[in-house]
């Protein structure tokens, strides 16, 4: 049973427009949420993290919002850019968890198109 | 700053040869080590961690085992490589207590 999933296994936007990956748990014991990029042939780069006691957090073009009640998060990037071109995972973990030990989905790979 | 080493890039081995893959993490103390694995398509897998010198948990069982000689070095190994241990390795650290995990370039591992 697969406890972090995303839906969405590719999404493809224009630039400059809103880009939307989501992801979904079924795990109740989850309240801290990360969103990892990762570009082919290297290791993930965290992006932002949310935790349990808010229900958004923005950086920069990056905003996170989490909604308890349906268990989904949601990623927000605007305006696209090509760069942003990558694998995007979330990932969940239980407060106290050490964040290395999170629960990660499948990936959904973004495609920013010029 | 920190960084972590993660070598070699990719690798091809044959059935049943042995597998060493190594991991070392620069200018942090103590910190917790761990390895993936990511599937074609899929999210990563985590196969081990470690707390510390020579403490080793292992997530899922498997052929491989892993070792933590010094504070700083991870170890992923394998006596006898099978086909199914093909795919991206990933080493990664976190601090105690940290909320976001550092990883390596990764490798590639070919089993032929």
């Known amino acids: 049973d697969q406890q972090v999933k995303q839906n969405s296994p590719s999404l493809s936007v224009q630039e400059g427009r809103i880009s939307i990956l989501n992801c979904d748990y079924t795990n109740s014991m989850f309240d801290y949420f990360l969103w990892y990029k990762k570009y082919p042939a290297e290791g993930p780069t965290f992006l932002i993290s949310?935790?349990?006691?808010?229900d958004k957090n923005e950086d920069g073009r990056f905003t996170v919002f989490l909604n308890k009640s349906a268990k989904h998060l949601s990623l927000h990037i605007v305006p696209s850019q090509p760069g942003d071109s990558a694998v995007y995972f979330c990932a969940a973990s239980e407060w106290g968890t050490n964040a290395g030990k999170s629960t990660f989905g499948d990936g959904t790979t973004l495609t920013v198109k010029p | 700053s920190q960084t972590i080493h993660q070598w070699p890039a990719t690798l091809v081995q044959p059935v049943g040869s042995p597998l060493s893959l190594e991991c070392t993490v620069e200018g942090t103390s103590n910190p917790n080590l761990y390895w993936y694995r990511q599937a074609a398509g899929r999210g990563l897998q985590l196969l081990f961690y470690s707390v510390g010198i020579g403490q080793i948990s292992s997530e899922v069982p498997q052929n491989l085992s892993a070792s933590r000689p010094q504070d700083r070095q991870f170890i992923l190994s394998s006596k006898k490589l099978l086909l199914s241990d093909s795919g991206f390795y990933l080493c990664?650290?976190?601090?105690?207590?940290?909320?976001?995990?550092?990883f390596g370039q990764g490798t590639r591992l070919t089993v032929v």
């Open positions: 949310i935790s349990s006691i808010k």
């Open positions: 990664a650290w976190t601090a105690k207590g940290g909320t976001e995990a550092f």
